[in-house]
């Protein structure tokens, strides 16, 4: 597997598969890379011959107090599960090779609404550093398409909707979550917790899989349901951030018409703040 850390290089090798007739496929990442990430691998080998994974903490998409700093690098164990995996070419620039002038300078790509709400509310800002990186990626790389966890939900949406309004040629595919063998989904912040939060964490995709059962069985009343999800975590020791029933199509909150669902949670247990979804239809 290459490994290159400058747009130029990446630019070059894409070009050349390019030129050959072959399809390149691009899975972005901040690394420390898990099951998850290795599965949005396997699915890209699906979609072309040839795929490139990114590597880069994004410094423009975390807030303030928030883990940048202490945000794990590990790109040599990364770089060798990648080589394992096929993977083509590893591009992993600096942060001065994304972003050559100061940050705060930077021309920013905002996707309005969607950026706002639910973890666009809790952490202002972080949507436009998740749709300026990836469309600099997206610039910088060429794929033909581009592979993103459905864990991620509200940023694949945004990702969606950014390619969308800006007609960027790229084919945008959501991959299903990985889970633990307890459910809990894969993320790379799960290593913050201590094994008694461990322990705890799956709690959040049961509460998710209970109140989605509910509403199998006909229960209605979203707000009540909602409610009952987030006392039952809050009494097992999560500070939950939101527990939402929305509309899976564009997170609108639900109507009488709605049969598309997703149901989304963030909550902190310890240090790290857990994401995750269910979405399903009642047809
Ligand atoms: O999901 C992530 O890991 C990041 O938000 C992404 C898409 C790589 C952008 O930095």
Known sequence: MKRVQTVAGVREQVAKWHRDGLRVA????????????????DAAFRHAERVVVSIFVN????????????????????SRALAARDASLLFAPAVEE???????????????????ILCGASRPGHFVGVATVVCKLFNMVQPDVALFGEKDYQQ???????????????????????????????SSRNGYMTANERRKAPQLHAMLEETRTAMQQGERDYAALEARATGVLASAG????????????????PDD???????????????????????????
């Not at 939101?242 to 899976?248: D, G």
């Not at 018409?257 to 909550?267: N, Q, Y």
């Open 257 to 283: 018409e709605t049969r598309d669902f997703v149901i989304l949670a963030a909550a902190k247990l310890g240090t790290p703040r857990l994401i995750d979804n269910i979405a399903f239809s009642l047809d």
């Open 156 to 186: 694949l949406m945004v990702i969606r909707l950014m390619v969308s309004d800006l007609a960027l040629p790229v084919e945008i595919v959501g991959c299903p979550t990985v889970r633990e063998s307890d459910g809990l989904a894969m």
């Open 59 to 78: 410094p423009l998409q975390f807030g303030q107090g928030e883990d940048f700093d202490s945000y794990p690098r590990t790109l040599e164990e990364d």
């Open 98 to 116: 994304m972003y050559p002038r100061p940050q705060s300078l930077q021309t920013r790509v905002e996707v309005p609404g969607i950026s706002d």
């Open 26 to 41: 691009f899975v972005p990442t901040m690394g420390n890379l898990h099951d998850g990430h290795l599965a949005l691998v």
């Open 238 to 253: 999560f500070n939950v951030d939101y527990f939402s029933i929305r509309q899976a199509r564009d997170l609108s909150p």
